[in-house]
C-alpha cells in the first residue's frame, strides 16, 4: 500500500511499506512487540532506525519515521494492549511477524519483516480490516460493476445509473489525497458513497472507483519509476479513463459528462478537464484551494501539534527546500515520504484558477467554513480573489461543513478535529442537492 500515513490534506489513515529482501531471520517472536513499544516510547529513535536496512531508509526519510506513532496515536487513539500472540510466517525466504494492535478508537494490524541478519525489512501497519456493509442502491437505480483503465492499471469501479428511458448526466467521482478505496472510506464515513447513492437518486448516473494507489500501492513503490510518480500517474489518468467509459456508455449523455473532484481530486479536476479535451462538460470543486498541494502541506505542518518542534523544523525545512530544486536533486530527495519531483511537478502547471478562467466550462465551487484540512482562508476566501465571481460559468456554494462535505453532532472538543470522521454521519443533503442541481440544470 503506498503513502497512507501522512500529514498530507485529510485522509490520515496509515503508514505502509513493505519491502521484502530473500532472506530468512531467526526471529524471537517478541521482537515485534519489542520494536512497537519502543517506537511508543519514542525515547532512543535513532536506534529503531538503524534496525531498519539499507533498501527500507531508502525508502522511509527519518522524519517520516520520527513522527509515525504520533500520527498513529492521532488517528487511531492510545494503545491498550497487544492482543493475542504475534504470529510467525515464513514466506519466500523472509519472516513476517504480524500482531494485532488494540488501539482506543480504531484497532491496528502491525507486520514487520525481517531478513536474514535480522535487520528490520518491511515496517506495515493497517487498520484491523472491517467488512465492507452491503448498502442497495437508490430505488430505480441499477449497480454495475466495472472496471476502469487497461492493464497493468485497469481499476474496479461501480456505476450507479438510474433507470431511464433517455440518456442520462453523469459523473466522475475523484478522490482526494492518499490511497482510498471507491467510497473515499474514513473511519466511520464513506462521503463518495454518500454522494453516488444520492445523485443517482437524482437521475444522474454516477461513476466511482478505488484509487490506483489503493490497488498497486506495493507496485507503484517498488518501481523503477517512483522517482518520478506525479498525479498524472496518481489520479489524471484514471479520472480521464473513467470519462471515457461514461460517454462510451450509450445509456448516457456523452455531452452532460461531469467531473467532481474532492479535496485534492478538487485541486486537479481544472487540469483533469485541460488534459482531456472536450469530454467533460463542466466540474465540481468540492473543498479544493487555488494554493499549491506543497503551500497547503506546509500549512499543515506548522499547525501539527503531535510534532515536536524538531521534527515540526525539520518537516517544514524539507518541504520548503523544494521550491529551489532542479529537477534532477527532486529525483533525489524525499519529503512526506514520496520523492519531491511528486510536488515539485506539481507546480511547474498552471493554478486551478487559471485553467478555470481559461477554460470557462460550468463549475461548482463548494467550501465549508467547519474544514479544517483546507481552512476558509485558503477555500472561499482564496477562489473569491482570484475567480471572477460573477462569471455566467461559475457557481458558488458557501457552507458551514467540514472536509468531509458533513455536520456531524459533536462535543466542543471533537469539533474541528478528525475525530468528526468517526462519528457516523451522512454528505449533507443540501451539498448533493446542489450538486444535483448544477448537473441537472446547467445548459447543454
Same mark, same amino acid.
Not at 477554460?359 to 476558509?376: F, K, W
Not at 466542543?412 to 454521519?425: I, L, N, R
Given at each position: 500500500?503506498?503513502?497512507?500515513?501522512?500529514?498530507?490534506?485529510?485522509?490520515?489513515?496509515?503508514? /505502509?511499506?513493505?519491502?521484502?529482501?530473500?532472506?530468512?531471520?531467526?526471529?524471537?517472536?517478541?521482537?515485534?512487540?519489542?520494536?512497537?513499544?519502543?517506537?511508543?516510547?519514542?525515547?532512543?529513535?535513532?536506534?529503531?532506525?538503524?534496525?531498519?536496512? /539499507?533498501?527500507?531508509?531508502?525508502?522511509?526519510?527519518?522524519?517520516?519515521?520520527?513522527?509515525?506513532?504520533?500520527?498513529?496515536?492521532?488517528?487511531? =487513539?492510545?494503545?491498550?494492549?497487544?492482543?493475542?500472540?504475534?504470529?510467525?510466517?515464513?514466506?519466500?525466504?523472509?519472516?513476517?511477524?504480524?500482531?494485532?494492535?488494540?488501539?482506543?478508537?480504531? @484497532?491496528?494490524?502491525?507486520?514487520?519483516?525481517?531478513? =536474514? @541478519?535480522?535487520?528490520?525489512? =518491511?515496517?506495515?501497519?493497517?487498520?484491523?480490516?472491517?467488512?465492507?456493509?452491503?448498502?442497495?442502491?437508490?430505488?430505480?437505480?441499477?449497480?454495475?460493476?466495472?472496471?476502469?483503465?487497461?492493464?497493468?492499471?485497469?481499476?474496479?469501479?461501480?456505476?450507479?445509473?438510474?433507470?431511464?428511458?433517455?440518456?442520462?448526466? /453523469?459523473?466522475?467521482?475523484?478522490?482526494?489525497?492518499?490511497?482510498?478505496?471507491?467510497?473515499?472510506?474514513?473511519?466511520?464515513?464513506?462521503?463518495?458513497?454518500?454522494?453516488?447513492?444520492?445523485?443517482?437518486?437524482?437521475?444522474?448516473?454516477?461513476?466511482?472507483?478505488?484509487?490506483?494507489?489503493?490497488?498497486?500501492?506495493?507496485?507503484?513503490?517498488?518501481?523503477?519509476?517512483?522517482?518520478?510518480?506525479?498525479?498524472?500517474?496518481?489520479?489524471?489518468?484514471?479520472?480521464?479513463?473513467?470519462?471515457?467509459?461514461?460517454?462510451?456508455?450509450?445509456?448516457?449523455?456523452?455531452?452532460?459528462?461531469?467531473?467532481? =473532484?474532492?479535496?485534492?481530486?478538487?485541486?486537479?479536476?481544472?487540469?483533469?478537464?485541460?488534459?482531456?479535451?472536450?469530454?467533460?462538460?463542466?466540474?465540481?470543486?468540492?473543498?479544493?484551494?487555488?494554493?499549491?498541494?506543497l503551500e497547503v502541506l506546509l500549512r499543515q505542518a506548522r499547525?501539527?501539534?503531535?510534532?515536536?518542534?524538531?521534527?515540526?523544523?525539520?518537516?517544514?525545512?524539507?518541504?520548503?527546500?523544494?521550491?529551489?530544486?532542479?529537477?534532477?536533486?527532486?529525483?533525489?530527495?524525499?519529503?512526506?515520504?514520496?520523492?519531491?519531483?511528486?510536488?515539485?511537478?506539481?507546480?511547474?502547471?498552471?493554478?486551478?484558477?487559471?485553467?478555470?478562467?481559461?477554460?470557462?466550462?460550468?463549475?461548482?465551487?463548494?467550501?465549508?467554513?467547519?474544514?479544517?484540512?483546507?481552512?476558509?482562508?485558503?477555500?472561499?476566501?482564496?477562489?473569491?480573489?482570484?475567480?471572477?465571481?460573477?462569471?455566467?460559468?461559475?457557481?458558488?456554494?458557501?457552507?458551514?461543513?467540514?472536509?468531509?462535505?458533513?455536520?456531524?453532532?459533536?462535543?466542543?472538543?471533537?469539533?474541528?478535529?478528525?475525530?468528526?470522521?468517526?462519528?457516523?454521519?451522512?454528505? /449533507?443533503?443540501?451539498?448533493? @442537492?446542489?450538486?444535483?442541481?448544477?448537473?441537472?440544470?446547467?445548459?447543454?
Open positions: 500500500m503506498y503513502r497512507v500515513l501522512k500529514i498530507r490534506l485529510m485522509f490520515l489513515l496509515v503508514f /505502509a511499506l513493505l519491502v521484502c529482501p530473500p532472506a530468512l531471520a531467526e526471529a524471537s517472536e517478541t521482537r515485534l512487540t519489542d520494536y512497537v513499544s519502543a517506537m511508543m516510547s519514542g525515547t532512543d529513535n535513532d536506534a529503531l532506525y538503524a534496525q531498519l536496512d /539499507a533498501a527500507m531508509q531508502a525508502a522511509l526519510p527519518r522524519i517520516t519515521f520520527d513522527i509515525l506513532w504520533p500520527q498513529l496515536e492521532m488517528q487511531c =487513539g492510545s494503545f491498550v494492549a497487544y492482543y493475542g500472540d504475534t504470529e510467525v510466517m515464513e514466506i519466500d525466504g523472509y519472516t513476517v511477524l504480524s500482531q494485532l494492535l488494540d488501539m482506543s478508537e480504531t @484497532d491496528l494490524l502491525c507486520t514487520l519483516t525481517l531478513n =536474514g @541478519d535480522g535487520s528490520v525489512a =518491511g515496517l506495515y501497519f493497517t487498520f484491523d480490516e472491517v467488512p465492507e456493509p452491503t448498502v442497495a442502491p437508490p430505488a430505480k437505480v441499477i449497480e454495475e460493476r466495472v472496471s476502469i483503465g487497461e492493464n497493468p492499471w485497469k481499476l474496479p469501479g461501480t456505476l450507479l445509473i438510474p433507470e431511464s428511458d433517455k440518456p442520462v448526466p /453523469a459523473v466522475v467521482l475523484v478522490q482526494g489525497s492518499g490511497s482510498t478505496n471507491r467510497d473515499e472510506h474514513i473511519y466511520a464515513v464513506r462521503p463518495f458513497r454518500d454522494i453516488a447513492n444520492a445523485l443517482s437518486a437524482q437521475g444522474i448516473a454516477v461513476l466511482r472507483y478505488d484509487k490506483r494507489t489503493y490497488v498497486y500501492g506495493a507496485k507503484i513503490t517498488s518501481s523503477s519509476s517512483f522517482r518520478v510518480f506525479t498525479v498524472e500517474e496518481e489520479v489524471i489518468q484514471d479520472a480521464i479513463a473513467a470519462g471515457r467509459l461514461l460517454a462510451a456508455d450509450s445509456r448516457i449523455d456523452p455531452e452532460r459528462v461531469y467531473i467532481l =473532484g474532492h479535496s485534492l481530486g478538487a485541486m486537479l479536476a481544472p487540469r483533469i478537464v485541460s488534459e482531456s479535451g472536450d469530454l467533460f462538460h463542466g466540474m465540481i470543486l468540492a473543498c479544493g484551494t487555488n494554493k499549491s498541494f499547525d501539527a501539534d503531535y510534532l515536536t518542534a524538531k521534527q515540526q523544523t525539520k518537516l517544514i525545512e524539507d518541504g520548503e527546500a523544494i521550491y529551489g530544486m532542479t529537477e534532477d536533486e527532486t529525483k533525489k530527495s524525499k519529503f512526506n515520504d514520496l520523492y519531491a519531483y511528486f510536488y515539485w511537478e506539481m507546480l511547474q502547471h498552471p493554478s486551478a484558477a487559471e485553467l478555470l478562467n481559461e477554460l470557462e466550462r460550468p463549475t461548482l465551487i463548494i467550501n465549508g467554513s467547519r474544514d479544517i484540512q483546507v481552512l476558509e482562508s485558503e477555500g472561499r476566501d482564496v477562489w473569491q480573489q482570484v475567480l471572477d465571481m460573477d462569471a455566467p460559468w461559475l457557481t458558488c456554494y458557501w457552507t458551514d461543513v467540514n472536509h468531509l462535505l458533513m455536520r456531524p453532532e459533536v462535543s466542543s472538543a471533537v469539533w474541528g478535529t478528525v475525530g468528526e470522521y468517526k462519528v457516523d454521519c451522512t454528505v /449533507a443533503e443540501d451539498i448533493t @442537492d446542489q450538486m444535483a442541481a448544477f448537473i441537472l440544470n446547467t445548459e447543454e
